[in-house]
């Protein structure tokens, strides 16, 4: 998934934000599909965002359900678009899922990575100084 800044789990179904999962949008759609879907969803997005400007509650939820309808089309809520079986984990905590011991992995490597980084740095700093 480019572009992402969140962990995405090894089968490519959520991605982690603070510890909660969230459903990727479906990767069998064609680029053409996912456009429009894209462009519809930030659409009822805008529409939400003026809707509550202007204090319009009636279009504020019809915004909020073109929202909910282009998540589904993409995949994102709704029927889950894989066929193995697999629970729908959408909005779980990870440390309640199956992939909470992948994800306590990928978390210790980064914590490694980060402080592999931090001697590094300390090191380069510390030849400048002498320099």
Not at 66 to 79: F, H, I, M, Q, S
């Amino acid at each position: 998934m480019a572009g992402l800044k969140h962990p995405v789990t090894p089968d490519g179904r959520y991605f982690v934000v603070r510890g909660r999962l969230w459903r990727l949008s479906n990767p069998h759609l064609s680029a053409a599909v996912r456009a429009a879907c894209v462009i519809t969803l930030m659409a009822a997005r805008r529409a939400v965002k003026s809707a509550k400007a202007a204090g319009d509650l009636t279009a504020e939820a019809a915004a909020h359900h073109a929202v909910d309808n282009a998540k589904r089309a993409l995949g994102e809520r709704g029927e889950v678009w894989w066929s193995d079986g697999s629970p729908d984990l959408n909005r779980h905590m990870i440390k309640n899922t199956p992939y909470s011991a992948w994800y306590s992995d990928l978390k210790t490597a980064a914590r490694r990575d980060q402080r592999i980084q931090f001697q590094n740095d300390d090191r380069l700093q510390a030849k400048e100084h002498v320099a």
